[in-house]
Every structure is written in structure tokens, then in C-alpha cells.
Nanobody, 126 residues
Framework: QVPLVESGGGSVQAGGSLTLSCAPA???????????MAWFRQAPGKERDGVAA???????RYDDSVKGRFTISKDDAKSILYLQMNSLDPEDTAMYYC?????????????????WGQGTQVTVSS
């Protein structure tokens, strides 16, 4: 099991920035480098959509809606996944979740991710 814990959400005005973090809890941190990871978001009444994904060699992928504004990164030494979000827009308002899988890499389908965090809320006001 790789329980994940997100942090860093909050309220910000349009144009602002936030950095989300995701870390495995407890002893799971020693396995962190072997997992492909991703960030998803879900707004009220909408499906959970992929935002950014990163595989074990650092290759990343972004949804078109966040390209050039969001950056996903992974610090294996610290066992932390990040999502740097710049130029935030009210459309970015959602609950953000991190996900992990040993085999499901660079995908925006939720089906293959085995482990999920509880989510962190991001609210962007105009």
C-alpha cells in the first residue's frame, strides 16, 4: 500500500500561484522512486480529469488546459511530488488529487492508478 497525502491547496486570486505537494505516508516513502505519479482534479458535478503526469525517468505530460502554466516534478530523495501552478484561472478551481502506480504511466485515465490521496482544495477567485 502507498497511502498518499496532498497538501498546499488554498484560495488565491486569478493570476496567482500555488504549489501542491504529495508525499507517501510512513514506510511507503522508500518505494516512491519506483512509481509513476499524476495529478488529477475534480470540480463539483464533473468527472475527475488528468492534469499532469510524470513517469520514473522524469518524462512528463500535461493536459492542454494547463500547458505552460503548471509544472509537475518529483523529488525522489525527499519522496515528494509537486505541482507548481502559475497564472491560475477560476476554471482551475477543483479538488486536486495525486495518484500513483507502478505500471500505469503518463496516463490520464483514472483506471490504472492504484493509490490516491484524499485531495486538496484549490479555489481561484476572479
Amino acid at each position: 500500500q502507498v497511502p498518499l497525502v496532498e497538501s498546499g491547496g488554498g484560495s488565491v486570486q486569478a493570476g496567482g500561484s500555488l504549489t501542491l505537494s504529495c508525499a507517501p505516508a510512513g514506510d511507503a516513502s522508500r518505494e516512491f522512486s519506483g512509481y509513476c505519479m499524476a495529478w488529477f482534479r475534480q470540480a463539483p458535478g464533473k468527472e475527475r480529469d488528468g492534469v499532469a503526469a510524470i513517469n520514473t525517468d522524469g518524462t512528463s505530460r500535461y493536459d492542454d488546459s494547463v500547458k505552460g502554466r503548471f509544472t509537475i516534478s518529483k523529488d525522489d530523495a525527499k519522496s515528494i511530488l509537486y505541482l507548481q501552478m502559475n497564472s491560475l484561472d477560476p476554471e482551475d478551481t477543483a479538488m486536486y488529487y495525486c495518484a500513483a502506480s507502478r505500471t500505469w504511466c503518463l496516463s490520464f485515465s483514472t483506471a490504472g492508478y492504484n493509490y490516491w490521496g484524499q485531495g486538496t482544495q484549490v479555489t481561484v477567485s476572479s
